[in-house]
């Protein structure tokens, strides 16, 4: 799975795979980035928000890898919505990042995260974030920009009156819970989508029905997961610091029959997130 790409829009290549890092601290990150990229991985998925930038900085600074072969993203927080908070908060990201640019930057949600998909719809303000980053581009600080989290309104909102168009939407997508007419508009502007929580934050682990189909296959509930997501023409981003969980998710060469995916678009939604069902991605309301 490695060398595999897409194409933004941009022209630039994305790797197909990349490590999640939500829930992994700064000194954990360090050693997974580093792990992750010995076993293979070029392509790193950190955020503001996660308070991990300075351990993701130090793994790739301590990799081995040259800084041109690896993929970095980052998200700038929910909760800047204006020119000058986010224009400071990219620097800030490169200052923990300790890099001279970054690969991906994406608005971490339309909203903040207390507001999560609530009536005010920021699209004023995210006109003006959206602006930061495209200045980000301009000078070079970042090299591709892109959304999170956004339903086709907010897109269109910035389609509708940006200069550069964004390159990416990164969004909840997994087995039983695919938005697909939203990868479809995505992908129809040439929005490449990535798949944010492939394996339901491990939700899907212990699904029978799933696991039925993979052990068809003879792979996980993971790989199986995976697989599903990247034949929708998603980029996947699991995440996990164990380094066998690493190379399992690299392993995705077999192809999901037609009827399968079928199925597995339409398996009973996963309503439980696990102890992580508070957070607004999944459903869940942060305390106002
Ligand atoms: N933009 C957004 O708003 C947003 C929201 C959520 C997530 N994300 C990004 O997407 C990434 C992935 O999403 P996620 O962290 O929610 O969940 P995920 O990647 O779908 O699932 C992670 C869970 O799966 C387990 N797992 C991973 N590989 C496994 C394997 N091969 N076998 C068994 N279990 C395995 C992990 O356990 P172990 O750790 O024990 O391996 C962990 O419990 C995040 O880390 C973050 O970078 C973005």
């Known amino acids: 799975m490695f060398n595999e790409t897409y194409k933004l829009s941009n022209g630039s290549a994305i790797p197909k795979l990349g490590l999640g890092t939500w829930l992994i601290d700064n000194e954990q990150a360090e050693q997974a980035v580093r792990d992750a990229v010995a076993i293979g991985y070029r392509h790193i998925d950190t955020a503001q928000a996660y308070g991990n930038e300075f351990g993701v900085g130090k793994g790739i600074r301590s990799c081995g890898v040259a800084r041109a072969e690896l993929f970095i993203t980052t998200k700038v927080a929910a909760e800047a919505k204006n020119y000058n908070a986010v224009k400071i908060s990219i620097d800030e ?3 923990k990042l300790g890099l001279d640019y970054i690969d991906l930057l994406i608005i971490h949600s339309p909203q903040p995260w207390n507001e999560f998909r609530e009536a005010n719809r ?17 000078t070079g600080k970042v090299k591709a920009i892109g959304l999170s989290n956004f339903l086709q309104d907010d897109a269109e909102n910035i389609l509708a009156s940006c200069e550069i168009k964004p390159m990416v939407n990164q969004i909840l997508a997994h087995v039983s819970n695919t938005p697909l007419e939203l990868i479809e508009f995505c992908q129809k502007n040439d929005i490449l989508v990535e798949a944010y929580s492939p394996i339901a934050h491990g939700a899907i682990l212990d699904h029978a029905e799933v696991k039925a189909i993979a052990d068809k296959y003879g792979v996980s509930v993971a790989q199986l997961s995976l697989r599903y ?7 996947v981003i699991p995440k996990t610091a164990n380094p ?12 999901i029959s037609d009827a399968d ?9 996963i309503q439980h997130y696990g102890e992580h069902s508070f957070f607004p991605v999944f459903g869940g309301k942060m305390n106002k």
Do not use: C, P
């Open 93 to 95: 990201s490169l200052a």
């Open 122 to 138: 920021y699209f004023e303000e995210n006109k003006e974030v959206w602006k930061a980053l495209e200045d980000a581009y301009k």
């Open 229 to 235: 997501d990247i034949q929708l023409g998603l980029v």
């Open 244 to 255: 066998d969980h690493m190379l399992i998710n690299s392993k995705l060469d077999f192809v």
């Open 261 to 269: 995916m079928e199925t597995l678009k339409n398996v009973d939604a």
